[in-house]
């Protein structure tokens, strides 16, 4: 498909997943407006080898000051936003009981308030050319949960409420609104988890196929590439009718 005359602004979008989704806008030849404490010039060049030079922001996404800062940049440069892909995450893990109150309000404000800030800002644009997509990364723990990630559930099962409500209210336009909800991935905060059973004497190979065994039966990381193929199913005339769903990606982790 083609996004030629499109702008897509991908929040988190300087590493793992956002890059990859970035990766496949740019590749169908949207412009793309990129975000994130990455490493920017590495994500730049690799966007500028599939299309135009991309744009960037520095946005905090937990700042709503900043996160309207950057709409502003992308209206003044770019347009506005066609495509809002909203990424960006952080995760803390620990018991609810122990769970740190500061990593519990920068978990919400960046995975879930942001969701809610760029898409009211991005809404508007939407409407005055009568075309959009938002695009939501729930993560599978916005449809089921797992012990010590209370903040990271929260706010992901929050994404979905919200992509159902926005779905809702743009119904009647050529506007859409959609989650993805992706299994594992191999990302910085996975390799985490893992380096963490290395760290207790785990060999390597094996702390990567208990992670998954634990909760992905096809025993296989969800790839990036394959996130943004569904990414550009879900702008495509074809799922113009697929609306507030939340799509799992997750290597059979739900059918269980």
């Not at 769970?99 to 404000?109: C, G, Q, T």
Request: aromatic share 6%; glycine share 10%.
């Amino acid at each position: 498909m083609s996004l030629q005359g499109k702008t897509a602004l991908v929040t988190g979008s300087t590493s793992g997943i956002g890059l990859g989704l970035a990766a496949s806008l740019a590749a169908a030849g949207a412009r793309v407006i990129l975000n994130g404490f990455g490493d920017v010039e590495q994500a730049r060049e690799q966007i500028a080898r599939l299309g135009a030079q991309p744009g960037y922001h520095g946005a905090d996404l937990g700042d709503p000051e900043q996160i309207a800062d950057m709409m502003r940049y992308a209206e003044r440069e770019f347009g506005g936003v066609d495509i809002l892909v909203n990424n960006a995450g952080i995760q803390h893990v620990a018991p609810a009981d122990r769970f740190p109150v500061d990593k519990w309000n920068a978990i919400i404000a960046i995975n879930l308030s942001s969701v809610f800030h760029t898409s009211r800002l991005a809404l508007p644009g939407m409407r005055r050319r009568n075309w959009g997509r938002i695009i939501n990364l729930a993560s599978v723990h916005g449809l089921v949960a797992s012990k010590d990630k209370s903040a990271y559930v929260a706010a992901k099962h929050g994404v979905v409420g919200l992509t159902k409500t926005l779905a809702l209210e743009t119904a009647r336009t050529p506007i859409t609104c959609n989650a993805i909800c992706p299994g594992w991935v191999l990302t910085p905060l996975v390799q985490q988890q893992i380096d963490q059973r290395i760290a207790a004497g785990v060999d390597p190979q094996q702390a990567r196929d208990d992670l998954l065994a634990e909760k992905q039966p096809s025993q296989e990381f969800v790839t990036p590439q394959q996130l943004g193929e569904l990414a550009l199913f879900l702008c495509s005339e074809a799922a113009v009718q697929v609306r507030g769903a939340a799509w799992n990606m997750d290597g059979g982790w739900l059918a269980q």
